[in-house]
């Protein structure tokens, strides 16, 4: 039972950074459509943003924390900008491969300045776990899991309870009717994807002090993150918190329960199935079509 | 009002809109008819600015506002209902309600004016947390009407109001729309069904591929033995 508890603690500390990046992209692959395969390279800057603030400049590790997230909005905004508002996401043959460009760009740039050997980013909390009824809480994730949670309760209002955020909604179901009532549309996208990317890289940096950070890591959240995106459905924001933790609790169970060597492999098996018996996601909602 | 002068839009490589010169008086009720392709609906969002005017220029209120972007054209004063409804389908009544008010900050007055507008339309305030894409084409419809209204124009644009509605609901909208102009706001619609046409408005023209090829008052254009025999069945 101990067992279980602590996969359970464990699944969801992880469940609630898979729901952030998985938000992040949900925002802007499932909502905007552009198919970001760039997202999981927002997620390593933020984790070298921590790296580069913290390790080597000896800044206070929340101050890193919150100019990551600065620095990811920043550099999303400038991608949207610079790179995509010309195609503005007529063409998603056009839209992926800059998006892949991006990608490459980003991580062989990371790979030039740090190089490729793995980075650690020390923790501002002890190293010591609480143990509480026989579950180990490192003091660590045990922040991860609470910072995670605010940011996911902060953009949820954000989006579904702000001016800004009904009007992010209102130009992704339809832009003309968007800008005839007045929304600056151009602006809502640059945002839009800025915040995604921002999302991102708060993650990475929250995870920079749990593991290490080396230049693929982007990789694999990446993957992850569009594995979450589909799990929850296209663009629902709830489902792709709820599929972060899905996706999470699937890969700590079936590590503990079937195989460690297969971990990430069980996830995905499950997106498999998802994809096969539901495609349009678990938690999608109904809607009418027309 | 607003004026437009030989303005030409282009789509792709066709000319939807060659030289069409009109004009809208201040209270005025007018039509846009013509038939399927006419260029009517690209005139009005031409005047949006969701079209770019290739050549000639558009006038409101005396300030030129050719080319100018949406999201200012809304704040001179002109609203616009497009064809389609074009309702946000996921979001709900209420915030599609709010979504029309976008360009204003008067918080208390928009307050008042949603207030307002559930009270005109019965039917959205029973749907009032609906996605509006969950309504009949006839409750959308309405809350598209209610949405270019929450601007509080001082010029609305319906475009093909009764398009695919039930015959009660055209109706309907057609009362609506004449209310909507006795209230003070000028109107400028454009409409397939000719024969409602120019018995709600006080002027019309007449748009053949582009081009404006008869205009005068709804009198004057009932009475055209041309558009008797092309547009109101003899």
């Known amino acids: ?290 | 009002m607003l004026k437009l002068d030989d303005i030409t839009v282009h789509y792709g490589a066709t000319v939807a809109v060659d030289k069409v010169s009109l004009e809208v008086n201040e209270g005025e009720f007018v039509t846009l008819i013509g038939s399927n392709g006419a260029g009517k609906s690209s005139t009005l969002r031409a005047i949006s600015g969701l079209e770019p005017v290739v050549s000639g220029t558009i006038t409101f209120e005396g300030k030129p506002i050719t080319n100018t972007r949406p999201q200012s054209i809304i704040e001179h004063g002109i609203a616009h209902c497009p064809e389609g409804r074009r309702v946000f389908s996921q979001l709900n009544v209420r915030e599609n309600l709010e979504m029309g008010a976008y360009c204003r900050s008067d918080h208390a007055g928009i307050r008042d004016d949603l207030e307002s507008m559930l009270g005109r339309f019965p039917r959205l305030r029973e749907r009032i947390e609906q996605p509006a894409g969950t309504l009949s084409g006839g409750e959308q419809q309405m809350l598209a009407i209610a949405r270019a209204l929450m601007s509080r124009p001082r010029l609305v644009m319906f475009d093909e109001p009764s398009l695919g509605l039930a015959p009660n609901f055209v109706e309907q909208v057609f009362e609506l729309t004449a209310e909507i102009r006795a209230g003070g706001t000028t109107v400028l619609m454009v409409e397939q069904n000719a024969y409602a046409a120019l018995e709600l408005c006080d002027r019309s023209y007449l748009l053949e591929t582009g081009r404006v090829v008869l205009q005068g008052t709804a009198r004057e254009m009932r009475d055209n033995p041309d558009i008797r025999k092309a547009y109101l069945g003899g």
């Open chain 1, 1 to 290: 039972m101990d067992q279980f508890l602590q996969h359970l603690v464990n699944g969801t500390v992880l469940g609630a950074t898979y729901a952030l990046l998985g938000i992040g992209l949900t925002l802007i692959f499932g909502i905007m459509k552009v198919v970001n395969f760039a997202h999981g390279e927002l997620y390593a800057f933020g984790a070298y943003v921590a790296y580069a603030l913290v390790s080597l400049l000896q800044m206070d590790y929340f101050v890193a924390l919150v100019l990551a997230a600065g620095l990811g909005l920043l550099l999303g905004a400038a991608i949207e900008f610079l790179l995509l508002r010309r195609c503005r996401l007529e063409n998603i043959d056009e839209v992926m491969l800059i998006m892949i460009g991006v990608m490459i760009i980003m991580q062989n740039a990371e790979l030039l300045a740090w190089g490729g050997v793995a980075k650690v980013v020390p923790t501002p909390f002890p190293q010591e776990s609480i143990i509480v009824g026989g579950i180990y809480l490192s003091p660590t994730r045990l922040f991860v899991l609470g910072a995670a949670i605010v940011l996911l309760l902060a953009f949820y209002l954000v989006i579904e309870r702000s001016r800004l955020g009904l009007a992010m909604r209102a130009t992704f179901q339809d832009e003309d009717a968007a800008r005839i009532v007045g929304v600056n549309v151009s602006r809502i996208y640059t945002l839009t994807f800025g915040l995604g990317s921002s999302l991102a890289a708060i993650t990475g940096a929250l995870l920079a002090p749990v593991f290490v950070v080396t230049p693929t890591m982007g990789d694999l959240a990446s993957l992850k993150a569009f594995a979450i995106v589909i799990l929850g459905g296209l663009g629902n924001i709830r489902g792709a918190a709820l599929g972060g933790f899905a996706l999470a609790l699937i890969e700590e169970f079936g590590a503990a329960y079937i195989s460690t060597a297969y971990r990430d492999a069980i996830g995905f098996l499950v997106i498999l199935v998802v994809m096969i018996a539901r495609p349009q996601g678990l938690f999608a909602a109904k809607e009418r079509v027309g």
